[in-house]
T-cell receptor
Framework: AQTVTQSQPEMSVQEAETVTLSCTYD???????LFWYKQPPSRQMILVIR??????QNATENRFSVNFQKAAKSFSLKISDSQLGDTAMYFC????????????FGRGTQLTVWP | ETGVTQTPRHLVMGMTNKKSLKCEQH?????MYWYKQSAKKPLELMFV???????ENNSVPSRFSPECPNSSHLFLHLHTLQPEDSALYLC?????????????FGQGTRLTVV
């Protein structure tokens, strides 16, 4: 079965500090994409960052970066210089093992950034 | 603006009512999805439509009835719901392909069954 595990239900960080959210996944695919989504209180799911599995280089998007370990099937998200607006639920997503493009999501990590 | 629009944003309905949720995407995608998000539970994939054909139904009760009249529109028809069906219902679209595709989400419909 395809699974995505986020082992940290809640995390908190002080403004301007760095925080890392962890994610492990299981997939039978060889070439695939991994995603981190953010869901603020507005409930809108927003893509934060995407990683292509065949690329060894970790993806970076401004203050957001990933640590992708393909052999370990680990895909953590690092947020640098945390801002109050980063407070949200963060979901890791991995492919569902078909041509449909569907994704499986982890249970999420609620991140709170304190001033 | 993500290109996926859901209406209504909020819905309160009685257990004997019939209502419909609507989703529209303007991204030219060929796959659309309904997800259910309940408190303290992971995001649950309910239905998958590919090119207007339902290709996946994850053991969803028959009181939820999806409809996809064309590649841009997706509906979720609701009837005789239960209080435990209260949740946020999210619609998403993507371009289908192997390896997973970025899903674009609507803002969701907050459903309360009374």
């Amino acid at each position: 079965a395809q699974t995505v595990t986020q082992s940290q239900p809640e995390m908190s960080v002080q403004e301007a500090e760095t925080v890392t959210l962890s994610c492990t996944y299981d997939t039978s695919e060889n070439n695939y994409y991994l995603f981190w989504y953010k869901q603020p209180p507005s409930r809108q799911m927003i893509l934060v960052i995407r990683q292509e599995a065949y690329k060894q280089q970790n993806a970076t998007e401004n203050r957001f970066s990933v640590n992708f370990q393909k052999a370990a099937k680990s895909f953590s998200l690092k947020i640098s210089d945390s801002q109050l607006g980063d407070t949200a639920m963060y979901f890791c997503a991995a492919p569902g093992g078909s041509t449909l493009g569907r994704l499986y999501f982890g249970r999420g990590t609620q991140l709170t950034v304190w001033p | 603006e993500t290109g996926v629009t859901q209406t209504p944003r909020h819905l309160v309905m009685g257990m004997t009512n019939k209502k419909s949720l609507k989703c529209e995407q303007h991204l030219g995608h060929n796959a659309m999805y309904w997800y259910k998000q309940s408190a303290k539970k992971p995001l649950e994939l309910m239905f998958v439509y590919s090119l207007e054909e339902r290709v996946e139904n994850n053991s969803v009760p028959s009181r939820f009835s999806p409809e996809c009249p064309n590649s841009s529109h997706l509906f979720l028809h609701l009837h005789t719901l239960q209080p435990e069906d209260s949740a946020l219902y999210l619609c998403a679209s993507s371009q289908k392909g192997t390896g997973g595709s970025e899903a674009f989400f609507g803002q969701g419909t907050r459903l309360t069954v009374v």
